[in-house]
C-alpha cells in the first residue's frame, strides 16, 4: 500500500559526494518525520539525519557538518546530500517515513506508522 524506494547510492571515493533520494507513494494521507538511517556491516541500524513536516533537522554528530537533509512535501521525497565521504560512512541507507495512510474502502484514515525502504548500499573507498 505504502512504498519507499531509495534511489543514489553507490561508489565513491574518500572524499566525494553522494546524493541519495526517497520517494515515498502509495495512500499517503500526510507525511509527518522523515529519515534516513544506516547499517553497517555487523553494527546495528543508527539514525543518520531527521527532518519533521516543518523542516526542523538533526543529524548525528559523526555527520554534522556533511551531510544535508531535505525533504520535497509536494513530491513526498526526502534527500540526503553527503559530503566529504569517508570509508567509515560505508553501509546500506535505509530511508524511514512516519505517515498516515488513506484507507479508500473505509474513508477513514489510519493512524501514523512507519515505513521503511529496502534500502541503498554507498560504498565509500580508500
Do not use: H
Amino acid at each position: 500500500q505504502v512504498q519507499l524506494v531509495e534511489s543514489g547510492g553507490g561508489l565513491v571515493q574518500a572524499g566525494g559526494s553522494l546524493r541519495l533520494s526517497c520517494a515515498a507513494s502509495g495512500s499517503i494521507f500526510s507525511i509527518n518525520a522523515m529519515a534516513w538511517y544506516r547499517q553497517a556491516p555487523g553494527k546495528q541500524r543508527e539514525m543518520v539525519a531527521g527532518i519533521n513536516s516543518g523542516g526542523s533537522t538533526n543529524y548525528a554528530d559523526s555527520v554534522k557538518g556533511r551531510f544535508t537533509i531535505s525533504r520535497d512535501n509536494a513530491k513526498n521525497t526526502v534527500y540526503l546530500q553527503m559530503n566529504s565521504l569517508k570509508p567509515e560512512d560505508t553501509a546500506v541507507y535505509y530511508c524511514n517515513a512516519d505517515l498516515r495512510t488513506f484507507m479508500s474502502s473505509t474513508w477513514t484514515v489510519r493512524d501514523a506508522m512507519a515505513y521503511w525502504g529496502k534500502g541503498t548500499l554507498v560504498t565509500v573507498s580508500s
